[in-house]
């Protein structure tokens, strides 16, 4: 599968980003959450690449997307979301359809909101938007818990405590996920999580924008908060919601299910677009 794609790199805001890249036809861009590698988009960006450009990469900082030895910073959405245009840009192209899993799915709504006229669809696979929740206040002292794990017991430990509430990873015949590299658990937690807690792209902005938005769920994900999340996107968003297969990475692990969702939702947002172009 791997090795129809082609690998490259694109130096951005100093970091060499690598991507991959196979299809042609309109590109879409898949933005990695917090494993932080493209790896996980492989087996979707193949079953796509016979109508598609596909393409996805490492985001700074993990996997093969290092910077110079001890210069990791703290994370910026914002420039997270120039990277995805740094790529987007060395495809030769001027638009994309982006699709974001996780905290990913925010990077994709940043791009949306910094980027608009690059911009054909952006879906976010659950984006944990946390201050948007009805039940926010317990969630985000929650994840100041974690934080204080994270200092005082380690990493391991904050990581099992928020491993708890990944829903659907353990169902009967649902294949693993792929490791990340070891690297990339230490950068999310020590230069990710801390900024995720609070931050959340201006929603509205993009509703005022009439930006092309769909949102998703995993059926496996249960009532998870970064499932409900969702619910909230959409009422803000004004947008088409759709509950798909699988779990927090179910487009990873049952593609053959997830991909027909993901086309009704690029179909529905063309249609929906030329709807309300037509209304202008």
Known sequence: M??????????????????????SGPLITFVPG???????????????SDRFTVATFDRRQMSASQVAPNMNKRLSPPQQARDIRAVITALNFDTSIIFGSSSGGMFALQFAHDFPGMVEHVIAHEAPTITLLPDASDIFEWFLHLMEVYDTRGLEQAAAEFRERLKGYDDEGVPAVAAPDPRNKKVFWADEFPVLLGWVPNLWRL????????????????????????D????????????????HQGFEVETDAFVPYLLDMLDLLEKRKAGVKGDN
Request: hydrophobic letters at 40%.
């Open 34 to 48: 917090g494993n932080g590698h493209g790896l996980q988009f492989f087996p979707v960006m193949a079953a796509l």
């Open 2 to 23: 791997a090795s129809t794609l082609t690998h490259a790199i694109v130096h951005n805001e100093g970091c060499d980003l690598h991507y991959w890249h196979q299809g």
């Open 232 to 247: 909230e996107q959409a009422m803000i968003l004004r947008c088409p919601k759709m509950l798909v297969p699988g779990h």
């Open 207 to 230: 509703l005022e924008n009439k930006t092309s938005v769909g949102v998703m769920r995993g059926v496996r994900t249960g009532d998870a908060f970064f499932a409900r999340t969702v």
